[in-house]
């Protein structure tokens, strides 16, 4: 009969599963935040559901639920990728908690991998219950789903890296104010409302090169038109993402 073993083998964890655990941690902080919870679910399912059914916009022609739905699906991207993102991390930034996680056997890569990780599922949910109530008020979206995913995927990149941008180079009270106030300013002016072709013609070159205004007109393209990949649109994404992932891999600073 062989003798059974006891002896401790200390050591990491699979690096998958310390990041699977990481991610887990992150995703359960998330939504036990009523602020977060506010922010990521509620205001983007009262967005949708007061402007489609109360005529306070003109969206141009066509119903006003494609025009809408699209628009809210980024603004929940953007509200999670960049301004849940950026608050949360800036504030473990001050309290040290990314300095002591960045020493634990997950590496601090593996700790922006969890991260990642943590916000694809969020959004997950989230695109899951925009679209349901979307389906309830009548939206009946078209066109390629790849196409849409795509635009989803390029988005986050473009949003985590200017929410890490913002996190690790500023104090956690000026990351919270800057957020909220980005977040606000992008929701007036990135066509998640209210249609560009409203803002004077001057301004809307500028406009559309916000990762907000081309998330949303890439997905109302892809959701509204049937456009199977708006290059113009994952063209702004991709040079937001490149950009500003590129300045945060200077400029982020754990402590």
């Given amino acids: 009969m062989t003798a059974l073993d006891f002896t401790p083998a200390p050591g990491a964890a699979p690096f998958g599963r310390m990041v699977l ?104 949910i989230q695109v899951v219950l925009i679209v349901a109530v979307g389906l309830a008020l009548g939206w009946r979206p078209q066109g390629s789903f790849l196409g849409a995913a795509l635009l989803i995927v390029l988005g986050t990149a473009a949003f985590s890296g200017l929410a890490l941008l913002m996190a690790g180079t500023l104090r956690a009270e000026a990351t919270l104010a800057g957020a909220n106030l980005v977040y606000l300013v992008l929701l007036g002016a990135g066509g998640v409302i209210f249609p560009l072709s409203k803002f004077p013609a001057g301004v809307r070159p500028v406009l559309e090169l916000l990762p907000i205004s081309a998330l949303t007109g890439g997905l109302r393209s892809v959701l509204a038109q049937g456009v199977a990949l708006p290059l113009g649109s994952l063209a702004v994404l991709a040079g937001w993402a490149v950009l500003s992932l590129a300045l945060v891999s200077r400029t982020f600073r754990w402590e």
């Avoid at 935040?33 to 141009?60: C, K, M, R, Y």
């Avoid at 020493?103 to 922006?112: C, D, K, N, Q, Y």
């Fill in 21 to 124: 655990a990481q991610a887990g941690a992150e995703i359960r902080a998330m939504l036990r935040n009523g602020e977060q919870l506010l922010l990521t679910l509620i205001i983007p399912v009262l967005l949708l559901v007061g402007f489609s059914l109360a005529p306070l916009i003109d969206v141009g022609g066509g119903r006003r639920i494609d025009f809408l739905a699209p628009g809210v699906l980024a603004l929940a991207v953007m509200s999670t990728a960049f301004t849940g993102q950026a608050i949360a991390t800036g504030f473990e930034r001050r309290y040290g908690v990314l300095k002591r996680l960045g020493a634990t056997p997950l590496s601090r890569a593996g700790l922006m991998l969890a991260k990642t990780t943590a916000v694809v599922a969020v959004e997950g």
